[in-house]
């Protein structure tokens, strides 16, 4: 079976998202030499725009111009006359699709499409409440485009003839979003299939002493650390909140914080530090002792196998495809405020011995679930099955 995964190659990146999850996936189809799956070629013309802005050094005219890209995005997606391809889709059994914005955006080419449609939702809700969520003061102007964003998500999950999630946790986010999902699995049980991410395992550029050095942190701390973006659905402003309270109790912790500082801001505490955007954030992880992980709402979150592949320990809020790892004795997972803090206080009082105990059971589980080399067999195995049906 010949299969395109809907997605620029030159977009591919070792970054989080549905381009990081396809940067780990065809590491291993071309290393495998496998040409029956491929990818779209490259975008010039989305990659001059992309660089034109980029190169712009005012921030807020470069700001400006990036809204305005999405307002006009979102206004032909939505009210435009032509929705085809990049490609010709008939020279292909299945396109698998990774964003519902991507399907609609081909919905008149995928009218005369006779093969296999398969889609992956990535987001943590709904993509149109996402996009909504993230919106600028500008964007929001524009209301009357934006509601009817949710026309994609419907679109996609009623035009795909498969739905491959990576367990079945990871839809919790869609049961919140979409009080009819449960009718429409239900209805459509058959369409489902299930594949766990796999990455490649990180590397770490820099030694625990050197960013203690670096940041000013005695080395005979614990360091709690956090890798991501700013903002509600990822917890960040309940992490400032339980930190707030932890710091109070506890003098030798410090909390070591990645990622741009927006729309939240920092906790005012010099034992709460902020590096800001990092090429190397695997270096801050590696030199923590516990990662914490209290997203409101997500899918499954590739940061969560990147600390695994560290090893080390995860404290995670029992959401979504986090509850994925409730068996895992070196990830801890909470309800409530009271749970977290409870569980922070027990791993910074535990024993050397035992944290390095837990921490080979963290690598232990990356390498036996979650690399990109038994990612692309479940993949194969998946298309497989498919290609299986369609002959019966």
């Not at 990774?98 to 609609?104: F, K």
């Not at 709904?126 to 929001?140: G, T």
């Not at 419907?154 to 367990?167: E, H, L, Q």
Request: hydrophobic content about 35%; proline content about 3%.
């Amino acid at each position: 079976m010949k299969v395109l995964i809907y997605a620029f190659k030159s977009q591919l990146a070792p970054i989080g998202g549905p381009l990081g999850y396809l940067y780990n996936l065809k590491q291993e189809i071309d290393k495998n030499h496998d040409a029956s799956i491929e990818f779209i070629q490259e975008d010039f013309k989305y990659e001059s725009w992309k660089r034109k802005i980029r190169d712009i050094r005012c921030t807020k005219l470069r700001t400006i111009l990036i809204r305005l890209k999405n307002i006009y995005k979102y206004w032909l997606l939505v009210y435009g006359r032509k929705h085809y391809a990049q490609t010709n889709l008939s020279n292909y059994d299945a396109v698998h699709f990774h964003s519902s914005l991507d399907m609609y955006s081909v919905r008149d080419s995928l009218s005369e499409y006779t093969g296999k449609v398969i889609f992956t939702s990535h987001s943590p809700t709904l993509l149109s409440f996402e996009i909504w969520d993230k919106s600028s003061w500008l964007e929001k102007l524009f209301l009357r485009i934006f509601r009817k964003l949710k026309q994609m998500d419907t679109y996609a999950f009623n035009r795909a003839d498969y739905f491959i999630f990576p367990c079945p946790e990871a839809e919790e986010p869609y049961y919140h979003a979409w009080k009819e999902y449960a009718d429409f699995k239900k209805e459509h049980q058959e369409k489902y299939r299930y594949l766990l991410t796999g990455i490649r395992p990180c590397k770490v550029k820099d030694n625990r002493e050197n960013i203690c050095k670096k940041y000013n942190i005695p080395l005979d701390s614990f360091i709690f650390c956090y890798v991501g973006r700013h903002n509600s659905i990822k917890g960040y402003d309940l992490l400032k909140e339980y930190a707030k309270e932890f710091l109070c109790q506890h003098h030798n912790v410090y909390f070591l914080i990645a990622g741009k500082e927006e729309p939240y801001q920092r906790l005012k505490n010099e034992r709460w530090i902020e590096v800001g955007w990092t090429n190397d954030p695997h270096s801050l992880i590696a030199a923590s002792d516990a990662f914490i992980l209290p997203n409101r709402e997500t899918y499954f979150d590739l940061i969560l196998l990147e600390v695994l592949s560290l090893g080390k320990i995860v404290i995670a809020s029992s959401t979504g495809g986090n509850k994925h790892f409730t068996n895992i004795e070196s990830v801890f997972l909470y309800n409530s405020k009271h749970e977290a803090l409870n569980i922070m206080d027990n791993i910074s009082k535990m024993s050397l011995a035992k944290r390095k105990n837990l921490e080979i059971i963290s690598k232990n589980t990356f390498v036996n679930n979650y690399t990109c080399e038994i990612f692309y067999d479940n993949y194969k195995h998946i298309l497989n099955s498919i290609s299986a049906n369609n002959k019966q």
